[in-house]
């Protein structure tokens, strides 16, 4: 007979306290490695990070260096907390290598990892040039897995370690006008549930942040429309408030979080009562420039 290769190794880790049996997590004093802190929603995570007592290693383009260095300093002063910046593009080959290298010599031993960097841009698949799709890939998925495939097995080995993915409320269902977008949030989505099974009981946690559309320079820098009728409906949520509410759901265990009880049920719940065709249908409808 054979014996389960992976059996030995993710041998269930004894439960410390309540809190911990509770899947309840403490920031304080953690080393946090997160990606895309130069703005937006990792900028504020950074900040919701900080207040909880976290170090941050915090990474972006080599373009935003003086920016993030700015921010680095402006958050130890308020927080108290140590920082380090790493502006290493993870488009580059070998990026997500270079920063969690660079990032564990820095910090000794990476706690958690925020996987938060992200491109977008709207428009129709064939008409999107290739070269910006090859790097959407890089970044939006390729950079999510390898720095997991990093990161945690140090994480099995230190018996206590969390994920934080930064997905979105896009990876439940096609995104028209931005397919490839949509489609590598699914990835990381199946990715990110399928190994929180892998790693249960070993005293590491994968979990994802499922934002709606928030006003960052994100969207607005990737031309989505401001006139879609979907909009219209849901309006554009608040880096902060995303920040704040899915740092409480972290730190409570909460493995999947899509800020806001409507969102929540829309793409979990109600896509589960509608043929494909007809998810896809509305999605079209709802995502399409209007005149
Ligand atoms: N905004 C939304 O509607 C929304 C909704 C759901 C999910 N999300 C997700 O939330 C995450 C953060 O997005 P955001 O809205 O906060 O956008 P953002 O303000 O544009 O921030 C994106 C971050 O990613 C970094 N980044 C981009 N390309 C990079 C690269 N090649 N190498 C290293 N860092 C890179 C950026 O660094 P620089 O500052 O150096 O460019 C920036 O810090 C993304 O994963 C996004 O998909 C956003």
């Known amino acids: ?20 049996r509770m899947g309840k997590f403490d920031l304080s004093g953690k080393n946090v490695l997160i990606t895309g802190a130069s703005s937006g929603i990792g900028k504020e995570l950074s900040r919701c990070f900080a207040a909880e007592g976290a170090n941050l290693y915090m990474g972006c383009r080599p373009s935003e260096k003086d920016q993030l260095e700015g921010w680095a300093a402006e958050v130890e002063q308020a927080y108290g907390v140590k920082t380090a910046t790493f ?15 660079a990032a564990r010599k820095a910090a000794g031993k990476i706690d958690v990892l925020v996987n938060n960097a992200g491109i977008f841009r709207y428009g129709s698949f064939h008409e ?34 969390r994920v934080l993915n930064v997905v979105s409320a896009a990876a439940f269902q096609p995104t028209v006008y931005h397919a490839i977008y949509g489609a590598a949030k699914s990835f990381v989505q199946s990715l990110s549930e399928a190994v929180n099974q892998e790693v249960r009981g070993t005293g590491v946690k994968i979990c994802t942040l499922n934002p709606p559309y928030t006003d960052t320079a994100l969207l ?15 309006g554009l949520c608040d880096a902060g408030t995303i920040a704040r509410k899915g740092t409480r759901a972290f730190k409570a265990g909460k493995e999947v979080y899509i800020p806001g009880f409507i969102n929540a049920f829309l793409h979990t719940i109600l896509i589960r009562f509608f043929p494909r065709r007809v998810v896809n249908a509305i999605s079209c409808w709802s995502l399409r420039v209007r005149a």
């Open 87 to 101: 502006p290493i593009d993870l488009a580059s080959d070998r990026g997500p290598e270079e920063l969690h290298e």
């Open 1 to 20: 007979m054979h014996s389960h290769p992976a059996k030995g190794r993710l041998a269930p880790c004894p439960a410390t306290s309540w809190a911990t």
């Open 220 to 234: 607005r820098d990737g031309g989505f429309p401001t006139n879609i009728w979907w909009l219209k409906v849901s």
């Open 128 to 161: 999107i040039p290739l070269d910006y799709h090859d790097c959407l890939v890089r970044v939006n998925l390729m950079a999510y897995y390898k720095l997991m495939r990093l990161a945690i097995p140090h994480m099995v080995e230190a018996r206590e370690g």
